[in-house]
């Protein structure tokens, strides 16, 4: 039975460099933490007593930064480092969570989200270029499966215990969201080699270089397509519920499924798909959530919603770690960040022009809005499954440079 658990684990956890297991333990312990995120919304409206108009102008200056900060840290990454810019987000992540915690202005307020939307997520694409530069192509969609199991335990952790923390108040929220930020960019800072290649600087190129780029490009609009697509689970979905008369607790254990499954799903099927194509299986992964999706529209109590999360949920997992190891297979190594920069965009701006879509859809009616946004991520589906010979020729050519590339580096960074 013994030989059988470490054969299992090993199949599923083995061959990934130590730097690789420091980022998916600063990444637990930084989505541990992440509290302040969720209930953002009571915080401004019941704590600081902002109107739901200076609620959503507070918000929609978040969503700006956000779009700002994919870009600006992809391009950080490759110029002056992956650490360093981890680090620096992570830290400035920090001050800005405590000074948001303590400011009672509403311009306060408006610049201190606007600053946390630029930083919050800098992490991204620099945590996302390390994987490329430490971890063999083989072995990548694998190793962004764990950081995705990572991010979502994490998450679901922190959804519960930081409820219950803030019956004490926000200001332990915004403490302990700060704390873990500084964890996560210590622990990268002293255990973590610097893998930006040495010729990267000297190579150049920028964002026009990335645009230049049409397989990338395309992949990015699919990516969006699915972005506004997803993002419908945390917008649109529990105005729909409660519309239908449902209590807001039924949202909570309908999406609860989604947690559970990611959770215990996830693992067991990560190692099987790391085996599979990456573009056939993400095409079929979007298919499947936009199957779900359509099935809100049947559903009309908490147990149906709950059986229509758990469809999407499935093809979720089926695309775990896949988006992250095709933007790796499409860079050039000194343009890592800048394409994980580019693809954190796309879900940046999913999130903005998601709500918006869809309450406009919602208001015509449940029965137009999900058939549209089913629609949406068959759309995309089909999009991936055209790119899909494009990226598996892209990745077979690349391939053998980047092992003679990256093989010196990978080598010191696994005895480092």
């Not at 394409?339 to 015509?364: I, N």
């Amino acid at each position: 039975m013994t030989t059988v658990i470490d054969g299992f684990l090993r199949s599923r956890l083995g061959g990934l460099p130590r730097p690789f297991w420091v980022l998916f333990a600063g990444t637990m312990v930084n989505r541990l933490g992440t509290m302040v995120g969720p209930f953002i919304g009571i915080y401004l409206t019941q704590t600081r007593g902002l109107s739901l108009a200076a609620t959503g102008l507070v918000l929609t200056m978040f969503g700006v930064g956000s779009m700002l900060s994919q870009p600006l840290a992809g391009w950080l990454a490759d110029h002056f480092g992956r650490r360093v810019t981890l680090t620096g987000g992570m830290t400035a992540t920090a001050i800005t969570m405590l000074v948001l915690g303590y400011t009672t202005s509403i311009a306060g307020i408006v610049a201190a989200m606007l600053v946390l939307g630029l930083v919050i997520d800098a992490y991204r694409p620099a945590s996302q270029a390390l994987v490329a530069d430490l971890v063999s192509p083989e072995d990548r969609p694998r190793a962004f499966g764990l950081l995705f199991w990572a991010v979502n335990l994490g998450f679901a952790i922190a959804m519960v215990s930081g409820g219950w923390l803030a019956r004490s108040g926000f200001t332990l929220l915004f403490w302990v969201d700060a704390v873990t930020c500084l964890v996560f960019g210590v622990l990268v800072w002293r255990a973590v080699p610097e893998t930006r290649p040495a010729t990267a600087q000297a190579r150049g190129g920028g964002f026009r270089e990335v645009l230049r780029d049409r397989l990338m490009v395309a992949f990015v609009l699919t990516s969006l397509l699915y972005g506004m697509v997803y993002t419908q689970a945390h917008t649109t979905l529990p105005l729909a519920m409660t519309g239908q008369g449902l209590p807001t607790s039924a949202y909570g254990t309908a999406m609860a499924v989604n947690g559970v499954l990611i959770v215990v799903v996830q693992p067991i099927m990560n190692t099987w798909l790391a085996r599979r194509d990456p573009a056939r299986w993400l095409a079929a992964g979007y298919a499947v959530v936009g199957a779900g999706f359509m099935l809100h529209a049947l559903m009309s109590s908490l147990a149906g919603h709950a059986a229509a999360v758990m469809v999407w949920t499935l093809g979720e997992v089926l695309t775990a770690g896949i988006p992250g190891a095709i933007v790796a297979a499409l860079a050039p190594a000194h343009l890592r960040g800048r394409y994980s920069g580019l693809y954190g965009f796309a879900w940046s701006a999913a999130t903005l022009l998601a709500p918006l879509a869809g309450t406009r859809l919602l208001a015509v009616g449940p029965g137009l809005l999900w058939p549209v946004i089913g629609g949406l991520a068959l759309l995309a589906a089909a999009g991936q499954l055209a790119l899909g010979r494009a990226i598996r020729r892209r990745g077979a050519a690349a391939a053998p440079r980047e092992d003679a590339q990256d093989a010196d580096a990978t080598h010191a960074t696994t005895k480092a």
